[in-house]
C-alpha cells in the first residue's frame, strides 16, 4: 500500500527546479504529484512519479542527491471534515505525521502522507474504513 | 622494524641537544663568514657568531624566507665556492624566478643518508624494487628517491613520472613493491588499474611513500583502499634538501624530522614568536650540516605540530603532523587567524558528511561574515527537512568550537564544490581591503 516517492536536495537559486523537470522530461516521466518544501537556503522537492527508480537514476548521473521514500496515499471527498478525520484517526494512535500534501480532481482530494509508522498508519486508516490508493491506483487518477 | 641510523635516529634527546648546539654554531659561523647576505643580516640585528652558544640561541637570529633566495638568485646564498658544488636543483617559481640550491658532494651524502633511513621507515630494505614515479630533473623528488633507494641496497627503477602505462607494464614485469610518487598520482595510477582490469594479483605492491603536495588522510585511506598498500607520508622540501626532511614509520603517527640534521621550530605567523611544543604553527628549518646552501631559520609557509614524545618505533627524533595547510592559505576574519585545514578537519571528524567544503569570507556592514558551504551527502540525505537543518547547526556547532569565530553553514548540492588532489580552490575572500 506504500507508494514510493522521490525526494531531491535542491538550493534555493532560481532555475533548480526546471532543471530536475528538464531532465525527468528527457526520460518521458510523468509526475502524479509535486510538492517543495524550503526553508530560506535549501528545499526538498518530492515528487511521485511513473517510475521512481529510473527517475532516481537519471537524476543522480546528474549529480543531484535523490532518494526513495515510502509516502502513503488516501483519496477522500475534497471537504475539510473529511482531511480533519483523517488527521484524527492517526492523532488518537499516536501516530505524527512528518509532512502532508494534497491535490483535487473533481470533487475528489488525494492526499498524500508521511507518517512515522506508515505501517500502522495503513492499518488505523483501513479499520476507519478510509480508501487508501496503491501507486498503480494513484497514476490512474 | 629496521632503523638505518639508531645512533642518531633513537639518540638520548639530551645528546642530541649538544650535537645539534655543536652543529648549529658551526653552520652560523660558516653562513657569516662566507654568506654576506647572513653577515649583514646578524650585523643588522647586533649579532656576531659568539652570539650563539647553543640551539637555545636560535631563536636570535632572523628569519630567512623564499623571497631572500629569489633576491639572492642564482647563487647568492652560496656558502661554498661553486668548485665545490657538484649539483644544482631548482624549483619553477609560479611567479618570477625559480627557487635554486646547490648541493656539495658531502650534501649529496647527507642528502643520500636521510633519504635512506626515510626509505627504512617505510619499510623498504635491500630486496625492494622501488619504482621512483616522481620526475627526475631539476625537482628533487625522482633523484631523491633514487640515492635513497640505492643507499639501503634496493633495486631502483627510476621511471620518473607519467606515462602511466609504462608505470603499469613494468609495475607488473619488475614486480615492484614499492611505489615512489605524488599521493595524487597515486591515485591516479590505482584507477588506472582498474580501467585496464589489471588482476591485483600481478601487483607486488606494499608499500607507497607519497609526498610533496599536502594530502588528507581521507585520501590515504583511499589509496590504501585501492592500491592494497600501506600509504607513508614524506615531507620534504628542495630548499631544505628535497625529500628527506621528515618521513612517517610506519607507525603512521607524525613524521619523524632528521632532526640531527634539520632543526624544526614552529612560529606564530603572525607574530613570528616560537610557539612551545604542542602548538599549531608554521613550521621553521635550519640547517645544521649543510654546506652548499645553509639555511637559518627558514619559514617553509606549511603549518603542523611537533612532539618529542617517544614513537613506538623506537626513534627519537621528534615528530611534526601531517601537514594540512599553509600559513599563506591563512585568512583573517574578524581578527581570528584561520586555517581552511581546520575546518577540513571538523568536517573530516562528522560521518555524515564528506569533507567538500568552500568558504565564503565577506564583509557586510564593516563586521567580517565567514560562510562555510557544505555538500549534503547521499547517505545521509533522508527527506526531512528537520534533519537537514539539525545536520546543519551541527556542523556549525562543531565549526564555531573548533574555530572560536561565528560561522553560517549552507548546505549545498553536491559535486557543485570543485575537486581537485593538489591545490583545491577552498576559499572566496569577496572583502575589499
Ligand atoms: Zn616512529
Redesign the pocket.
Known amino acids: 500500500m506504500v507508494i514510493p516517492q522521490l525526494s531531491v536536495f535542491i538550493e534555493n537559486r532560481s532555475g533548480r527546479l526546471t532543471e530536475v523537470l528538464e531532465v525527468l522530461g528527457r526520460e518521458d516521466i510523468k509526475i502524479t504529484a509535486l510538492t517543495v518544501a524550503d526553508t530560506s537556503e535549501f528545499g526538498i522537492l518530492r515528487l511521485i512519479v511513473s517510475d521512481s527508480e529510473k527517475a532516481r537514476d537519471v537524476l543522480k548521473d546528474q549529480s543531484f542527491t535523490v532518494n526513495i521514500t515510502n509516502v502513503i496515499s488516501v483519496i477522500a471527498p475534497n471537504e475539510a471534515r473529511h482531511y480533519a478525520r483523517l488527521l484524527r484517526i492517526l492523532s488518537d494512535r499516536d501516530i505524527s505525521i512528518e509532512y502532508t500534501y494534497a491535490f483535487a480532481r473533481g470533487s475528489k482530494a488525494v492526499i498524500i502522507l508521511r507518517c512515522n509508522n506508515n505501517d500502522e498508519a495503513i492499518k488505523a486508516l483501513k479499520e476507519n474504513e478510509m480508501e487508501l490508493l496503491n501507486a498503480s491506483e494513484l497514476f490512474k487518477i | 622494524m629496521e632503523i638505518w641510523n639508531g645512533h642518531f635516529e633513537c639518540m638520548d634527546r639530551l645528546d642530541l641537544k649538544k650535537v645539534q648546539s655543536e652543529r648549529l654554531m658551526e653552520t652560523v659561523e660558516r653562513s657569516y663568514f662566507n654568506v654576506p647576505y647572513y653577515r649583514n643580516k646578524m650585523q643588522a640585528a647586533g649579532l656576531g657568531p659568539e652570539s650563539i652558544g647553543s640551539i637555545d640561541d636560535l631563536h636570535r637570529l632572523p628569519f630567512t624566507d623564499k623571497q631572500d633566495l629569489r633576491d639572492n638568485y642564482p647563487f647568492g646564498l652560496f656558502a661554498v665556492p661553486m668548485s665545490e658544488i657538484v649539483r644544482i636543483h631548482a624549483s619553477s617559481g609560479t611567479t618570477g624566478k625559480p627557487t635554486v640550491v646547490g648541493y656539495t658532494r658531502h650534501d649529496i651524502a647527507t642528502w643520500s643518508e636521510v633519504m635512506a633511513r626515510t626509505l627504512k621507515c617505510a619499510g623498504a630494505g635491500r630486496n625492494d624494487f622501488i619504482q621512483v614515479a616522481y620526475g627526475y630533473g631539476l625537482f628533487t623528488g625522482g633523484l631523491g628517491l633514487h640515492y635513497g633507494g640505492e643507499k639501503i641496497g634496493a633495486s631502483v627503477i627510476p621511471v620518473s613520472g607519467g606515462n602511466t602505462s609504462r608505470q603499469i607494464q613494468l609495475m607488473r614485469d619488475f614486480g615492484s613493491t614499492v611505489l615512489a610518487c605524488t599521493p595524487s598520482y597515486a591515485l591516479f595510477l590505482a584507477e588506472a588499474l582498474q580501467e585496464n582490469n589489471v588482476d591485483p594479483s600481478d601487483i607486488k605492491l606494499r608499500v607507497g611513500v607519497f609526498g610533496a603536495e599536502p594530502w588528507t588522510e581521507m585520501m590515504r585511506r583511499e589509496i590504501e583502499t585501492k592500491l592494497r598498500i600501506k600509504a607513508i607520508d614524506i615531507y620534504g622540501l628542495s630548499e631544505v634538501i628535497g625529500p628527506g626532511v621528515a618521513s612517517e614509520?610506519m607507525?603512521q603517527?607524525g613524521l619523524?624530522i632528521n632532526e640531527d640534521h634539520f632543526f624544526p621550530e614552529i612560529i606564530d605567523p603572525d607574530t613570528l614568536q616560537v610557539l612551545p611544543e604542542g602548538s599549531m604553527g608554521e613550521l621553521v628549518f635550519t640547517t645544521l650540516t649543510k654546506e652548499g646552501l645553509p639555511l637559518i631559520r627558514y619559514r617553509t609557509r606549511d603549518l603542523t605540530r611537533l612532539t618529542s614524545e617517544r614513537?613506538?618505533?623506537g626513534?627519537t627524533m621528534i615528530?611534526m603532523e601531517k601537514c594540512l595547510g599553509r600559513s599563506d592559505d591563512m585568512l583573517i576574519v574578524r581578527g581570528v587567524n584561520l586555517f581552511p585545514s581546520q575546518v577540513e578537519n571538523v568536517l573530516l571528524e562528522m560521518s555524515e558528511i564528506k569533507p567538500h567544503y568552500l568558504l565564503v569570507v565577506d564583509r557586510v556592514n564593516n563586521l567580517d561574515t565567514l560562510e562555510v558551504q557544505v555538500e549534503v551527502d547521499e547517505a545521509f540525505f533522508l527527506d526531512k527537512i528537520s534533519q537537514l537543518e539539525a545536520l546543519r547547526m551541527k556542523i556549525q556547532e562543531n565549526l564555531e568550537t573548533a574555530l572560536a569565530l561565528g560561522v553560517k553553514v549552507t548546505l549545498v548540492e553536491p559535486k557543485k564544490l570543485e575537486r581537485s588532489e593538489t591545490k583545491s580552490k577552498r576559499v572566496i575572500d569577496k572583502r575589499k581591503f
Open positions: 614509520c607507525a603517527e619523524h614513537c613506538s618505533c626513534r615528530r
